[in-house]
Structures are given as C-alpha cells and as structure tokens.
T-cell receptor, first 108, second 116 residues
Framework: DAKTTQPNSMESNEEEPVHLPCNHSTISGTDYIHWYRQLPSQGPEYVIHGLTSNVNNRMASLAIAEDRKSSTLILHRATLRDAAVYYCIASGTYKYIFGTGTRLKVLA | GAGVSQSPSNKVTEKGKDVELRCDPISGHTALYWYRQSLGQGLEFLIYFQGNSAPDKSGLPSDRFSAERTGGSVSTLTIQRTQQEDSAVYLC??????????????FGPGTRLTVT
C-alpha cells in the first residue's frame, strides 16, 4: 500500500466547488484509490474509489492523474454538511492506511 | 437497513481493569475490521477478520489486546490491564468482498474509551 500526502486543511465557500488533492507517488499498478470522509463524532464513510479512469457518483467525482501518482476529489457544490475530514487511501488489499486527512471547512 | 453498531458508545475505566468492546457488523458481511483513532489522529488498523478467522492481527499494539469473532458475525475486542495510552475511539467496520480487491468498508460510530 502506498503512502498518501494531503494538505492538513482547506476552506471553501458554500455552494462552490472544492478540489481536494492527494499525492500517492509510490502507488502500485493494482492499488485502488479510495476516498472516505469522517464527519464530527462519526465513523468514516465511503465517498468514492477508482483505479485508472475518472469516476463520478452522487456524492463526488474522482479525477486520477494519467501517471496515477496523484488524484483529486471534487465536490461540485459544497454544503455545510460536507464539512469533515477527508481521507485518501491507496490500497490493493483490505488493509487501509489512513493518514491524518484534510479537514475541510465550509463557510456559509 | 441496519448499519454497523458498536457498544458501549462510551466507556470509562480505571487503569489496570479489563474492557470488552462489541461490534455488530452488517448482516451478511464476511469481513470485519477493528481500528483505533487517538485524538486528532488518523485511524490505526488493528485486526482483520474473514469469517471467524483473523488472518491479520498485525496491528494489535501489544499482547494485552485480543479479539474474537463468533458465528461469522459479532466481534469482541478485549483490552486487558488497560493503560492510559489505550484511551481512544475504537472503530469497527465490515465489508462484503466482491470479485475485485476493493472492499468498501462500512464503519460503526465507535466506542470512546477513557482510561483514568
């Protein structure tokens, strides 16, 4: 599993898009890129995952660099309920290594 | 449907006492995980169950920590002779493996353990 690097914190205005970056320069070819988020006083929840191609779901989009050494989680319109710690994980197995993540603050 | 549940939600214990933390995974999920989250930190992997077997116990921090799973369902994490550094939120997750090596994990709300 690859080590990931994320900014400690980011801010966004409500209803604006947010781009959360993640570096995983040592990722292997079989490692998936997963994103989870943790709201205050809750367990983490799944956001999105991908391998090589960009992915979209109802929560977010995941843009994966062509060399797969970085990825970006995109929240298209941030709401106050999106304020959370966002974790990027690069893993090819069940074992997830959670870093300290990015704390997203959404301003009203 | 019902998610992952954990009990108790909070536990305060004296140093040196034993504690048991319980996890009820989502019905039908064969994989179960325990993590620990200290204040302001990311999650630390403790142990992984597939069915009732624990093929990976590599994250258990000491022999004071043990876990079991019965009937392919409920799991108990036991900490013996608790120490103050054991204070943390203990999170349980479950997943249902698919054909791909990608296990979306569903987390419970955690048990906050405080050792005084």
């Amino acid at each position: 599993d690859a080590k990931t690097t994320q900014p400690n914190s980011m801010e966004s205005n409500e209803e604006e898009p947010v781009h959360l970056p993640c570096n995983h320069s040592t990722i292997s070819g079989t490692d998936y890129i997963h994103w989870y988020r943790q709201l205050p006083s809750q367990g983490p929840e799944y956001v999105i995952h991908g391998l090589t191609s960009n992915v979209n779901n109802r929560m977010a989009s995941l843009a994966i660099a062509e060399d797969r050494k970085s990825s970006t989680l995109i929240l298209h319109r941030a709401t106050l309920r999106d304020a959370a710690v966002y974790y990027c994980i690069a893993s090819g197995t069940y074992k997830y290594i959670f870093g300290t993540g990015t704390r997203l603050k959404v301003l009203a | 449907g019902a998610g992952v549940s954990q009990s108790p939600s909070n536990k305060v214990t004296e140093k040196g006492k034993d504690v048991e933390l319980r996890c009820d995974p989502i019905s039908g999920h064969t994989a179960l995980y325990w993590y620990r989250q200290s204040l302001g930190q990311g999650l630390e992997f403790l142990i992984y169950f597939q069915g009732n077997s624990a093929p990976d116990k590599s994250g258990l921090p000491s022999d004071r920590f043990s876990a079991e799973r019965t009937g392919g369902s409920v799991s108990t994490l036991t900490i013996q002779r608790t120490q103050q550094e054991d204070s943390a939120v203990y999170l349980c997750a479950s997943s249902s493996p698919t054909g791909q090596v990608n296990y979306e994990q569903y987390f419970g709300p955690g048990t906050r353990l405080t050792v005084t």
